[in-house]
């Protein structure tokens, strides 16, 4: 294969086919053609027709294939892009994240259900005030009650026998504890 023999135009249809000068076009059998029998006539199709139905198809065929040519290259010219901007796929990515997050926010059964939490937040925050205010007021009354009053006396008196009569902020003395006194000196 002789590399000055191929075509490297990017819209040239013969783009990458090897040219020999020994062969013409006239030597190359063409699928299709008459006389052909592994592909006959369909019904109804005169031969005219058929001839060009098959010159539309290799031009269709061509467009497609200059068409995936400019798109490939219209892509690598949008990743250059993008590489200058210094957009990265983990950027855009990011940015798709967000956009979508910032639709689903604005969507109506998101802000249905945020309706629907925030109700139920404020009821359950009510719920539990009155619970707390109801407890609150129960414990104040078993507090008030003889019961509590009789438990409290019996606290005290236990911590009275423990600690003495000087409180918390004494020590409690032992009574092998001596101090001395002014009368007997210890000499």
């Known amino acids: 294969m ?9 819209n040239s249809p013969n783009k990458g086919l090897v040219v020999d000068n020994a062969d013409t076009l006239s030597d190359v059998p063409v699928e299709g053609a008459v006389g052909n029998a592994a592909n006959p006539l369909p019904p109804g199709l005169t ?8 010159v539309e198809l290799t031009k269709v065929e061509e467009e497609i ?14 990743t250059e892009l993008k590489r200058k901007l210094g957009l ?42 009155t619970v707390g205010t109801t407890l609150s007021k129960k414990l104040g009354d078993m507090r008030n009650s003889a019961t509590f009053k009789s438990f409290e006396d019996k606290v005290g008196n236990l911590k009275y026998k423990v600690v003495g009569p000087k409180g918390n902020s004494e020590a409690v003395s032992s009574p092998t504890d001596t101090t001395p006194t002014q009368e007997n000196p210890p000499f």
């Open 2 to 10: 002789d590399p000055a023999s191929q075509d490297i135009n990017l």
């Open 47 to 54: 031969e005219e027709e058929a001839e060009e139905l098959r």
């Open 65 to 78: 294939n200059t068409l995936r040519q400019v798109l490939s290259a219209k892509e690598r010219h949008a």
């Open 88 to 129: 990265s796929p983990l950027t855009e990515l990011r940015q798709n994240l967000t956009k979508s997050w910032q639709d689903v926010q604005t969507s109506n059964a998101y802000k249905k259900t945020q309706e629907t939490l925030l109700q139920a937040g404020q009821k359950t925050s009510a719920a539990l005030t």
